[in-house]
């Protein structure tokens, strides 16, 4: 039985924390900007900080499984 729970959680936070898919911190032009579908190299640090975070706190603390047959 292979626990996917680390592979969703992984996969979900890439997809909603995508620089400039839903918003992009800091922007280019403005410390936030929404949906500009633009990146730079900041913006790609903190996000993978954030994204690093957010994947460990629930990985670790909060232990999901989803178990396959």
């Known amino acids: 039985m292979a626990d996917w729970a680390p592979v969703v959680v992984g996969v979900v936070l890439f997809v909603l924390l995508s620089p400039g898919l839903i918003l992009e911190a800091p922007g280019t032009y403005r410390p936030v900007e929404f949906g500009s579908m633009r990146t730079n190299g900041k ?12 994947y460990s706190i629930i990985i ?6 989803i178990y396959t047959s």
């Open 60 to 65: 670790v603390a909060l232990h999901p499984h």
């Open 43 to 54: 913006a790609v640090a903190l996000h993978t900080l954030i994204f690093f975070g957010i």
